[in-house]
């Protein structure tokens, strides 16, 4: 193929519209806190608020309960950023400054606590004081965590300063038909890397050439796929036969022939994540592993059968739990079992058997029920599932059942 329509294709991505139905819970949520305005650093939630995904994560959004949001970014992402925001107020402080020796975060800091006097945003403000968790920005390896200084500014600023992250939290776990769109986007990838590496796996391979074909395939087709996403990145870990254990490295174990290698595979597409554990086996299982598959597939689906709006969130944790119990596994998986997924890979609600809470219509949930045997091998199955008012939508169509 020559150069010029792949030159004319990446021309044609395009960010997303506004979301309108998420902005506005947002903002609902804020006035019901009596909130002025967030300030949010988080990449997850700068992405959530403005459909910017910072590059590194030195970057501030101030969302405003009323008027635009003024996203500020570094320097050199300041034309990406006007290209991808929903607000059209898009400030760049200095990613290096000549005269200035410390860190460009200070300088974020800085230019976010003028935005916030000028445009009179001094009354109760929104910070993520108890963001325990978040997505890397597209740098990947470099997670960028603020100081102490950063959080003591913003009392100084403001008549009151509250904790963000359960405003954000609240109105995260239910998705918008947008975000529905970007997350199968996201699964459409992952089920792509996964029949990829279906084809190609052979007994004797590295689990890590496993984990690099994958994810090497999703970003080469992930980029640019289908005229709708920008960027997109897998991460994999993958376990062998013998090798299969609840958390562990890739590794170089071979890739052991007629038993499962298990892939705990999160894909991102421009910021929007899947959570899954999938299977291969080269060859046919052994009849061990056979009857673990049938007892997980039962305990996988009728926790999944729960899900629907209204349901007990706990529900999910209990009967799989109780499942694992009765098929002669008491007290696995040592590993949570139910969580949310959307703009970062975990995120709640959560399920919890002792935890109260329900499902409501537009939640994505990942369910992931594991077996796992003494001195190594064992199972694991995961999806993720919207949450709908009839039950649940399995939004992955790489199979559970991998023998077929």
């Keep these: 193929m020559d150069p010029e329509p792949r030159s004319r294709e990446r021309r044609t991505l395009m960010g997303y519209p506004v979301d309108t139905q998420k902005l506005e819970g947002v903002r609902r949520a804020m006035e019901e806190r009596g909130l002025d305005a967030l300030v949010v ?32 970014v570094i320097e050199p992402q300041l034309a990406e950023a006007r290209r991808t925001a929903w607000t059209s107020d898009v400030r760049a402080f200095r990613f290096y400054h000549p005269s200035d020796p410390r860190p460009p975060t200070e300088r974020a800091l800085e230019m976010g606590l003028e ?23 597209r740098m990947v390896g470099e997670p960028t965590v603020y100081t102490q200084k950063y959080f003591e500014a913003f009392r100084g600023a403001a008549r009151e300063v509250t904790d963000a992250a359960p405003l954000l939290a609240g109105v995260r776990s239910l998705k918008t038909p947008q975000e529905i769109e970007r997350m199968r986007l996201a699964n459409e990838l992952a089920a792509i890397g996964m029949e990829y590496a279906r084809e190609r796996i052979r007994p004797g391979m590295k689990e890590s050439e496993v984990a690099a074909m994958i994810e090497g395939h999703i970003h080469a087709v992930g980029v640019g796929y289908k005229g709708r996403v920008e960027m997109a990145r897998a991460f994999t870990l993958v376990w062998s036969g013998p090798g299969i254990a609840t958390f562990t490295p890739t590794s170089n174990r071979p890739v052991v022939e007629n038993e499962p290698t ?53 529900e999910v944790d209990r009967i799989i739990r109780q499942g694992i119990a009765a098929a002669g596994y008491p007290g696995q998986p040592s590993h949570p079992v139910g969580h949310g997924v959307g703009a970062r890979a975990h995120e709640p609600p959560y399920c919890h058997q002792a935890a109260p809470g329900a499902m409501r219509a537009g939640m994505v949930l990942a369910i992931e029920p594991g077996i796992y045997w003494e001195g190594g091998g064992g199972l694991r199955l995961e999806d993720n599932f919207l949450i709908t008012a009839e039950g649940c939508e399995k939004l992955c169509t790489y199979p559970d059942d991998f023998r077929h």
């Design 41 to 72: 650093r988080a990449p997850d939630n700068v992405l959530y608020l403005t459909n910017y995904w910072p590059m590194k994560g030195y970057d501030l959004a101030i969302f405003p309960r009323e008027g635009p949001a003024t996203l500020l």
């Design 115 to 137: 935005v916030l006097r000028e445009r009179g945003l001094a009354g109760r403000i929104g910070v993520e004081l108890s963001q325990n968790s978040q997505i890397c920005d």
């Design 262 to 314: 298990l892939v705990e595979i999160w894909v991102c597409a421009d910021g929007y994540w899947t959570d899954l554990t999938k299977n291969l086996v080269p060859g046919k299982l052994t009849p061990r592993y056979h009857a673990l598959l049938d007892q997980l597939l039962e305990i996988f689906h009728r926790a999944s059968g729960v899900c629907r709006d209204g349901a007990p969130l706990g």
